[in-house]
């Protein structure tokens, strides 16, 4: 009985793999803009498969310009290439920022090219809560690392202050400080050197 289960169970993991491989192809289709037509009863049957955020991602991916892995009959078959593609697709959609971040710009400059043309806009993109907070942090970790950079080359750890890019650290500022030699000249002494 219980090898019974195990088999079964076995035979649903191959099928959810090789379906959810097979509803990747249409949908990727679907997203391409080189692609003229896909069946309507097809797309319905991939929206079912594949989750609306990996669908997203999908869009997101042929908008960067990104082609999207597919796997062919045979590894689609394959129960452990299946399900580790799945799992794949799945964290992807969930975790690659970057390719969001490039997707979602060229998204935005599709739909600005589309109103200044007069033609319909593509059809909106509902991006995961958090997906949108990971962006966030990719962006502000971007922001950070750029300050510090600059800070780098400016030869301050904190952006302030520091030698001007070029010199060595170390080496002291040019500018107008003050050392204890300087003195200001009062209104009734003469101008020249002083001895």
């Known amino acids: 009985?219980?090898?019974?289960?195990?088999?079964?169970?076995?035979?649903?993991?191959?099928?959810?793999g090789r379906r959810f491989a097979e509803a990747v192809v249409i949908l990727d289709r679907k997203a391409d803009p080189n692609v003229a037509f896909v069946d309507d009863g097809d797309l319905a049957w991939a929206q079912n498969v594949?989750?609306?955020?990996?669908?997203t991602y999908l869009r997101i991916r042929a908008y960067a310009g990104l082609q999207t892995r597919t796997l062919g009959?045979?590894?689609?078959?394959?129960?452990?290439?299946?399900?580790?593609?799945?799992?794949?697709?799945l964290r992807s959609a969930a975790t690659d920022f970057e390719v969001w971040t490039t997707g979602l710009a060229?998204?935005?400059?599709?739909v600005a090219t589309a109103a200044r043309h007069g033609e319909p806009a593509?059809?909106?993109?509902?991006?995961?809560?958090?997906?949108?907070?990971?962006?966030?942090k990719l962006a502000a970790d971007k922001a950070r690392r750029l300050t510090e950079a600059a800070a780098r080359r400016a030869g301050g750890s904190s952006g302030a202050g520091g030698t001007p890019a070029g010199k060595?650290?170390?080496?002291?500022?040019?500018?107008?400080?003050?050392t204890d030699d300087d003195e200001e000249p009062t209104p009734d002494a003469p101008a020249g050197p002083k001895r």
């Open 73 to 89: 009959d045979d590894a689609r078959g394959d129960l452990q290439r299946s399900s580790a593609y799945r799992a794949d697709l």
């Open 168 to 178: 060595p650290p170390g080496t002291p500022p040019t500018g107008t400080a003050k």
């Open 1 to 16: 009985m219980e090898a019974r289960r195990a088999w079964a169970r076995q035979i649903h993991a191959q099928q959810v």
């Open 122 to 136: 593509p059809a909106p993109v509902f991006v995961p809560t958090a997906v949108e907070e990971g962006i966030a």
């Open 106 to 110: 060229a998204y935005d400059r599709a």
């Open 50 to 55: 594949v989750p609306e955020d990996v669908q």
